[in-house]
């Protein structure tokens, strides 16, 4: 299975904006999901946004509008662009992947489904 290696985290304040890179590392099935997911402690893991293979993406609510998510697969990089940032966008921030089945759709909801997690990178937001 792949393995994904996150970075571009670091500390910014309100209004400002952060650039974080996802390398895969690995096979990725040619049907694919792959999503980032952020995580505070003591929280679950709760997905920002997910891209599939056939180039659809979908975003959580409340980054709708602020993070645009981008894949260049000859580099094979998730990028997830994040503008506006709030304080309440504060996490560890994660990409992760999985199969997209056939006539199916890459839940961004359910984190569990995802694997190829790596150590995260922390994005810190100061109001």
């Known amino acids: 299975q792949a393995q994904l290696v996150e970075s571009g985290g670091g500390s910014v304040q309100a209004g400002g904006s952060l650039n974080l890179s996802c390398t895969v590392h690995?096979?990725?099935?040619?049907?694919?999901?792959m999503g980032w997911f952020r995580q505070v402690p003591g929280k679950g893991r709760e997905g920002v946004g997910v891209?599939?293979?056939?180039?659809?993406?979908y975003y959580a609510e409340s980054v709708k509008g602020r993070f645009t998510i981008s894949h260049d697969n000859a580099k094979n990089t998730l990028y997830l662009q994040m503008n506006s940032l709030k304080p309440e966008d504060t996490a560890t921030y994660y990409c992760?992947?999985?199969?997209?089945?056939?006539?199916?759709?890459?839940?961004?909801?359910?984190?569990?489904?995802?694997?190829?997690w790596g150590q995260g990178t922390q994005v810190t937001v100061s109001s």
């Open positions: 992760a992947t999985r199969s997209l089945r056939a006539g199916g759709f890459c839940p961004i909801h359910a984190h569990y489904e995802y694997g190829g």
């Open positions: 891209t599939d293979s056939v180039g659809r993406i």
């Open positions: 690995g096979y990725v099935d040619s049907s694919y999901c």
